[in-house]
């Protein structure tokens, strides 16, 4: 089992303090400038991981970027492995960990019952097959943030990131599907009490993975930040 599923979710709550800054506007995946390299050398201003970093600090050390689309593919991010061999690729993996009731696990990870707490719009679900499983900085938008220079091996490592806890998310199809590839500036959860935190998680994952912002982007962040005054960034830098 990858050590998402042994994070504590005590430190989350601990650490991300949910906020009510005013929301901008409302499927997966977005791309910015070639900055992060395929070997993974630190992006500008970019630490080598942080310990509850305040979420305005967090934001000043992302370096800014121009994004483009171009080449961008969904099939360039190879996702829904079984990394470690258990049966359970990564959506299941997901599932299994982020369940508030624990489902039942059959053949070839089959899941049935349980239950989850969708955060970006405060439903329960209870049918998995209503879930998606959300990259919490989308495909296309990693993409666009450096991404695209990228070798094959490290992008299907970013789209199966069970290393942190907040990179995937099991949340609503439909809140999903609305978020689409958008960033911040373009959406935000419709949940007000979880803009905060997914604030706080985009960024963590921007600088996991060393990726850049654009200006638009920038703006937005800093304006959460504004209105999330306790709110901090928990991240470490994929190795």
């Not at 992008?155 to 907040?166: C, F, H, T, V």
């Not at 999903?176 to 960024?203: E, I």
Request: proline share 7%; glycine share 6%; charged share 25%.
């Amino acid at each position: 089992m990858p050590c998402r599923a042994l994070i504590s979710t005590a430190l989350l709550a601990v650490c991300l303090t949910a906020c009510n800054p005013a929301a901008t506007t409302d499927p997966d995946d977005k791309p910015a400038s070639p900055t992060a390299s395929a070997t993974g050398a630190a992006a500008p201003g970019a630490p080598a991981g942080g310990s509850g970093t305040p979420l305005s600090d967090a934001v000043a050390l992302l370096p800014l970027g121009e994004e483009s689309r171009n080449g961008y593919e969904r099939d360039s991010f190879h996702h829904w492995i079984d990394e470690d061999g258990d049966g359970c690729d990564t959506r299941r993996e997901v599932l299994l960990a982020e369940a508030v009731t624990k489902p039942e696990q059959g053949d070839r990870c089959a899941i049935t019952g349980g239950s989850w707490a969708s955060f970006y719009d405060e439903v329960e679900v209870t049918d998995a097959k209503k879930l998606d499983i959300d990259h919490m900085v989308p495909l296309a938008e990693a993409w666009d943030s450096g991404a695209s220079e990228w070798t094959a091996d490290r992008r299907e490592q970013y789209a199966n990131d069970l290393g942190s806890e907040r990179s995937l998310v099991a949340v609503t199809a439909r809140s999903n599907r609305s978020k689409s590839d958008k960033d911040p500036a373009q959406w935000l959860p419709p949940a007000a009490a979880a803009q905060c935190t997914y604030a706080s998680d985009w960024v963590a994952t921007k600088l996991r993975w060393k990726l850049t912002i654009d200006t638009k982007e920038k703006t937005a962040l800093e304006k959460l930040a504004g209105g999330c005054p306790d709110t901090v960034v928990e991240y470490e830098v994929a190795p």
